[in-house]
């Protein structure tokens, strides 16, 4: 939230009170009188700081600090209009600095799989290798014995017909037979579990569908597996943390019970019992739970209403009608 300055508007003219009257055009106008230079810090990726200096005609200084540095995206608050300067710019700005990748969707149960295909394939890369490396090992120590295989075929005691088909066929290099091996030994990658994990995805996505215990009546909106690869990590959730209370509570905020001075208000097992209307009558009246109820003191239930009314980030604003908008840092 940006608040008007007392000490900004004194630099621009306006007499340093706690707000000024003149309008967005004359403080552009008073402001081009002056010549100002921005010192501040390189681009960073830190979004709650910021170090930097304001100089006014070369003498002047003034400290700009976190409060003065708007982000982008941010929404102007109890003012209409604030003057300012572009300071980041494209990826150098500090929200796109700060940004991270994407994280992965991928269930547990696929980074398993994914983890068990990438070791069966550098088994079976060391697999092949090591066959390739035997197969060329007993082929030198058991050459001689296979002329019908066309080696050494040329040897004496061989019939000339070997002699002609083995000269018209192509030789391959020892470092072939690796891929022979290696599509000897594909079967090894068990392609076809990816398969069956998305039809069992889907399954379980087509039952969360149509699950009758996860249908909303006052909505009538059904349960909607977006993402059916997450599916199976449901089963896995022990705890739940949420600091999104309006994801648990559909953003209905509603009054239950309270505790004042040892009285507890709503709740039927007290002793004895006080009624949130109780609450209500002993804050219009007056009278409360104090331990002196003659004192001019108010009482402590007023006291609890009114932190209640004022402690939160509510901020009205005038609307371009005659009504007023509520905004706050919460939906809720």
Not at 38 to 63: A, M
Not at 216 to 243: C, Q, Y
């Amino acid at each position: 939230k940006i608040k008007k300055s007392a000490a900004h508007d004194a630099l621009l003219g306006g007499g340093g009170g706690a707000s000024s009257s003149f309008s967005s055009t004359e403080a552009v106008a008073r402001a081009a009188r002056f010549s100002f230079d921005v010192d501040y810090e390189p681009p960073c990726g830190r979004i709650h700081s910021f170090v930097g200096t304001l100089t006014v005609d070369g003498t002047k200084q003034v400290p700009l600090e976190a409060p003065s540095f708007l982000l982008r995206g941010s929404t102007l608050r109890n003012t209409k209009w604030a003057l300012g300067c572009v300071a980041y710019t494209g990826r150098d700005t500090r929200l796109v600095r700060n940004s991270r990748e994407a994280p992965s969707k991928l269930s547990e149960m696929e980074r398993v799989v994914n983890n068990m295909v990438y070791f069966i394939l550098f088994a079976m890369v060391v697999v092949c290798s090591a066959s390739t490396l035997a197969y060329v090992a007993w082929n030198l120590k058991n050459k001689k014995n296979l002329w019908y295989l066309c080696y050494r075929y040329n040897q004496d005691g061989v019939p000339e017909l070997f002699d002609e088909n083995c000269n018209s066929g192509a030789t391959y290099s020892n470092a072939s037979l690796w891929f022979t091996f290696f599509i000897i030994y594909n079967n090894f990658i068990p392609i076809s579990l990816y398969v069956t994990i998305e039809v069992i995805n889907y399954v379980m996505a087509f039952y969360i569908d149509n699950d009758s215990r996860m249908f909303d009546d006052e909505s009538g909106t059904p349960a909607a597996a977006r993402t059916s690869n997450a599916n199976a990590d449901l089963g896995m959730i022990a705890h739940v943390f949420s600091d999104k209370t309006g994801t648990l509570t559909r953003n209905v905020m509603r009054f239950e019970r309270c505790s004042v001075n040892g009285s507890v208000y709503g709740a039927p097992t007290a002793t004895p019992p006080y009624s949130l209307a109780a609450l209500k009558q002993r804050v219009v009246s007056g009278t409360g739970t104090a331990k002196t109820p003659s004192a001019p003191t108010p009482p402590s239930e007023r006291d609890l209403v009114t932190i209640m009314a004022v402690c939160h980030t509510v901020v009205p604003e005038k609307a371009n009608g005659n009504g007023t908008t509520e905004t706050a840092v919460s939906t809720e």
